[in-house]
Every structure is written in structure tokens, then in C-alpha cells.
């Protein structure tokens, strides 16, 4: 289920083939091709939401098909699963009379979020694009009435090492009931020493303007998690960082409890529709 950024990677990357493979009559081009859905051991699926039969469908059956895919959400109620999905590859188009596909497809990340009433059938269930996540997401929080989060202690949330240096720093969150202390890490030069200071910012609710969890990227093992300030800070005005999907799903608790209108937005619908 590829968005419109990846189309454009791939027509940057179609441009540089293009490049390389003219001399031999050759140009390469993404074309569609059949979608294809792995779970993250590598396992095939056929994923539709369709299949989810509400009043019908168990959530033993949801969990025993999708177990490979499955996040630890600690939300009952709720079911999570992550896939990688492709529907584009490269092809090459030579003086033949037809286009052969070179092997390259093009992933993305495809999200399976089912919920369950209390006798444990399907209640609802959405399948959605990775940039498409967060109201869906925080739509099922709400209609599962997610137990609180206790505050005993901050929850630590360590952030992923970006897979570039394009995609920013590595970010660790502190959350609380009154907002959250933020650490932007120093990323390090190719002389082992830091380019740039670590900084912190400790910030409340108030503070920011937008919280969106899930945003870009095609690894099934890392949620990007995007936060906007209302007003700059020691650690900019805005982040873009990734995180495992368990951390992702606490991010995505605490904004709905703290924030529900903001987490669900002011209208919500269907994917697709």
C-alpha cells in the first residue's frame, strides 16, 4: 500500500537505474504488480478486512492466524498487527514486446487493528497504511475504553536509532501526568565524536500542539512518532523519531488519556470511505 512518498523514492530511484542501464537498451520503471502481505517471520497473508465478520469472528481465531504479526498492546479488547506490503516493483522494458518485473518491489507497512466486545467477538476492525495509523488507532482505544495508565513513575520510552541521518536523532520520552521531559540524543561523526549536543526539553500538555504516531518508513519492527510544539524549544520545535511498536502503543495511550479530543480527532471515519 504505497503513499505518495514512496512513489516518489521510487521514481527518484527509477531515474538513477534509468541511468545505469540505458547503454544496454534497457529503462526501468515501478509498475504494479500483485500485492503481496508478509508478517514480519515472513510469512504470507492475504489481509482484508472483510474476513473480519463482526459478532462472528473470535479473537482466539484473529490471534492464532495473525500471531507472527502481533503487538503487545496491553489493552483488552484490542488487537494490533503489523505487515510488511508491497503492490509495486520495479520492472524493465527492453525490445521486447512485454515489461519482466527486475525483482525490486517496493514495501510499505500495512496495520491489521481489531477490536473485540466483551464476549470476545469482533467488533470492529480497519486495516490501514502505515501514514494513516493514528486516528484509527486512537479510535480503538477509545471504543475499548483502555484502562488508565498508572503514574506510580514516569514511563520511560527509549527511541530507535534512525535508519539515516536524514531522519533525525534518536529521542527518549519521560511521560507523566502533566506532560513530558523530551532528550533529543547527540548523534555521533565518523570521528566517534558527537555533531551536535544532546539537549532536553521538558514540556506540558499544553505545550504540544500534535502528537501523530505513525507517519512514514517501511520496517515493521519501528513506529515513527511525530511531535509538534506550540512554540519552539531546547530540542526544536518539532520531532520526527522512531520507536518499537509496544512503545508506540504506550505514546498512543497516554496522548488518548491525557488528550482525548486531540488523539481522536474532531471527526473520524472509516478508512477507505
Not at 73 to 96: H, K, M, Q, Y
Not at 142 to 162: K, Y
Not at 179 to 198: E, F, I, Q
Request: hydrophobic share 40%.
Amino acid at each position: 500500500m504505497p503513499g505518495s512518498g514512496r512513489l516518489r523514492v521510487a521514481g527518484a530511484l527509477a531515474v538513477v537505474l534509468l541511468g545505469a542501464m540505458s547503454t544496454a537498451g534497457c529503462v526501468v520503471v515501478p509498475m504494479k504488480v500483485r500485492t503481496r502481505v508478509e508478517a514480519p517471520a515472513g510469512t504470507a497473508h492475504k489481509l482484508s478486512k472483510e474476513e473480519f465478520i463482526p459478532g462472528k469472528t473470535t479473537r482466539e481465531a484473529v490471534e492464532t492466524k495473525y500471531s507472527a504479526a502481533a503487538v503487545g498492546t496491553d489493552v483488552p479488547g484490542l488487537f494490533w498487527g503489523r505487515f510488511r506490503a508491497s503492490s509495486w516493483a520495479f520492472a524493465a522494458f527492453t525490445a521486447l514486446p512485454a515489461p519482466y518485473a527486475t525483482g525490486g518491489r517496493m514495501w510499505g507497512i500495512s496495520n491489521l487493528i481489531v477490536t473485540f466486545d466483551e464476549d470476545g467477538s469482533v467488533r470492529d476492525s480497519f486495516v490501514v497504511a502505515e501514514r494513516d495509523l493514528h486516528r484509527p488507532l486512537a479510535r480503538a482505544l477509545a471504543e475499548v475504553c483502555a484502562p488508565p495508565l498508572e503514574w506510580g513513575s514516569p514511563l520511560s520510552i527509549h527511541g530507535l536509532e534512525p535508519d539515516s541521518e536524514e531522519s533525525g536523532r534518536s529521542v527518549d520520552l519521560e511521560l507523566t501526568s502533566a506532560g513530558a521531559v523530551v532528550t533529543k540524543h547527540s548523534r555521533l561523526g565518523r570521528d566517534g565524536r558527537p555533531r551536535s549536543p544532546t539537549a532536553v526539553a521538558t514540556v506540558g500538555l499544553t505545550d504540544i500542539e500534535s502528537l501523530t504516531v505513525g507517519h512514514g518508513g517501511n520496517n515493521p519492527s519501528a513506529v515513527e512518532v511525530v511531535l509538534e510544539f506550540r512554540a519552539r524549544t531546547s530540542v526544536g520545535d518539532h520531532l520526527k523519531f522512531p520507536v518499537e511498536p509496544r512503545d508506540a502503543m504506550t505514546i498512543a495511550r497516554w496522548w488518548a488519556q491525557m488528550r482525548p479530543g486531540l488523539a481522536t480527532g474532531a471527526t473520524m471515519t472509516k478508512p477507505g470511505k
